[in-house]
């Protein structure tokens, strides 16, 4: 297993902190497949159980860590020392480019409080400060109202519609050029 470059271990936002998925965060993170609604807006409606999605979740982030293609970060809230999501940049294949996309997830009850915003955009400039590459999208489905908000906060546009694994998903992206432009136009928020 080599250093996943991708991985923000040891960042920290205002309120958060990043640290790697573990074993034992299991049960804490079933949580957020107990809604059908939930899974089906991060892709796993197809898995039937709150703990066959968690199963198939876990798969796939320690096949990242091992393979540096990234992974979704536990985020941890400063304030009460407990998970409230998770956030990451992932490397991912669309219409034969290697991308990077930045993910998030909160679990419910953390929900419109800003953590998904703040989890993003640090992965945003942690991406490119790191000259990880030119281009960052996030893939979202088409009716997941609030992940495309937190998209557009996060100074990225939609791009288009994609077919990533055998479902319509709508890209978003923010370049290099255009992030420069967005902090210098924002910097006093």
Not at 34 to 48: F, I
Not at 51 to 71: M, V
Not at 131 to 154: G, H, M, Q, T, Y
Not at 167 to 188: G, P, S, V
Request: proline share 2%; with cysteine.
């Amino acid at each position: 297993m080599g250093n996943n470059p991708y991985l923000l271990l040891g960042e920290e936002t205002e309120r958060l902190t990043f640290r790697k998925l573990e074993n034992s965060d299991f049960d804490v993170w079933m949580e957020l497949f107990q809604d059908d609604m939930t899974a089906k807006l991060l892709g796993m409606d197809e898995y039937q159980t709150p703990k066959e999605r968690c199963d198939k979740w876990f798969e796939w982030t320690f096949h990242r860590y091992e393979n540096n293609l990234g992974g979704q970060n536990i985020l941890i809230s400063k304030e009460k020392n407990e998970i409230i999501g998770q956030s990451g940049l992932l490397v991912r294949e669309i219409d034969n480019h290697t991308e990077l996309e930045i993910a998030y997830s909160i679990l419910p009850d953390h929900r419109r409080k800003g953590y998904a915003f703040e989890a993003a955009e640090k992965c945003r400039d942690y991406a490119f400060e790191k000259n990880f590459i030119d281009r960052l999208v996030s893939i979202i489905v088409p009716e997941n109202e609030n992940s495309k908000k937190v998209a557009i906060k996060n100074g990225m546009k939609l791009n288009k519609q994609i077919n990533f694994q055998y479902k319509t998903m709508d890209l978003f992206q923010i370049t290099k050029t255009e992030w420069n432009y967005y902090k210098l136009n924002n910097a006093d928020r």
